[in-house]
């Protein structure tokens, strides 16, 4: 393997709305690419779209001549909506998912009550990753990782030592993504941030979101070794009981995500609009009292 397929590039660029981080990884100018959890914006105030942030992607690729091979989601985001469709459209590349989503498209299939003939089998997405499955990206090959916990149906995706983990876990001083969405468990996330931090120490974490403390400049890449020292949910000593005691109870004192029901309910359809209906308006549901 040559040294760019080993440390592949990696281009994060920040959303400010959502806090949500999309990365492009390549091997160099002019190679094939993935983009990793891109950003719809998404005004609830107004229900009105815009592609300002995956435009940002847009404009990546293209300066750098790369192509995309895939358009991967880490999980189905409650945070923030998916661009995938509109980058497919403006780039190409195929939509994939891991192969678990289906479980999570099932629950919120009946939370929102969506149409009969919406199919909780993941059919909307172009592939389905199993556990370990390789990812190839013209000179990278990449392979998926369960990582549930979170979701049950999260997985991360390595790239020689670059490791995007989506929400399982945060920067050291942010800690651990929650459990308490239908699916999540405190003990499942324990033990896929072990084995993520069972990698070698210098491999690069990317985070799918920052949170800054204190004021703290945004950044979203930590090694292997800095979160096994560090990170105030899950250093080295935590144990799985202490774990689950302190997620729960932070959970517990935690506001649904602004964007949770608009978000969840585009993301399990790989990022699609509901069908406009029969005035040309498409339109998400707002559950009452189900969450």
């Not at 709305?17 to 998404?42: H, N």
């Not at 999570?104 to 389905?128: C, R, T």
């Not at 499942?188 to 084995?195: N, Y």
Request: proline share 6%; glycine share 8%; with cysteine.
């Amino acid at each position: 393997m040559t040294t760019s397929t080993l440390n592949p590039q990696v281009h994060g660029i920040f959303d400010t709305a959502t806090s949500t981080v999309t990365y492009v990884v390549y091997e160099k100018p002019g190679s094939a690419c993935a983009i990793i959890d891109s950003v719809l914006d998404y005004d609830p105030k107004s229900g009105r779209t815009k592609h300002t942030s995956a435009d940002k992607v847009v404009d990546f690729v293209k300066t750098n001549q790369l192509k995309v091979e895939w358009i991967l989601e880490t999980h189905a985001h409650a945070d923030h909506l998916s661009a995938a469709p509109y980058l497919k459209e403006q780039l190409g590349g195929k939509t994939a998912i891991g192969d678990h989503i289906g479980g999570v498209q099932k629950v919120f299939k009946g939370i929102f009550n969506m149409e009969a003939d919406f199919k909780a089998d993941g059919s909307q997405f172009d592939h389905l990753f199993k556990d370990g499955e390789s990812i190839p990206v013209g000179g990278l090959v990449g392979h998926t990782m369960y990582v549930p916990g979170h979701t049950p149906a999260c997985v991360a995706y390595q790239f020689g030592d670059a490791v995007f983990v989506g929400d399982t876990m945060f920067m050291p001083d942010v800690g651990t993504a929650r459990c308490d969405f239908p699916g999540g468990d405190a003990k499942t996330l324990f033990a896929s941030t072990r084995k993520i931090l069972s990698l070698p120490p210098e491999t690069r974490l990317f985070m799918c979101h920052d949170y800054p403390p204190n004021g703290r400049p945004v950044t979203f890449k930590a090694t292997v070794a800095e979160q096994r020292a560090k990170n105030i949910h899950v250093h080295d000593g935590i144990s799985e009981a202490q774990f689950v005691e302190l997620r729960t109870k932070r959970d517990a004192t935690l506001d649904m995500p602004v964007l949770i029901l608009p978000a969840v309910q585009i993301n399990i359809r790989a990022g699609e609009l509901p069908s406009k209906e029969n005035n040309g308006i498409a339109y998400v549901k707002i559950p009452l009292n189900a969450l």
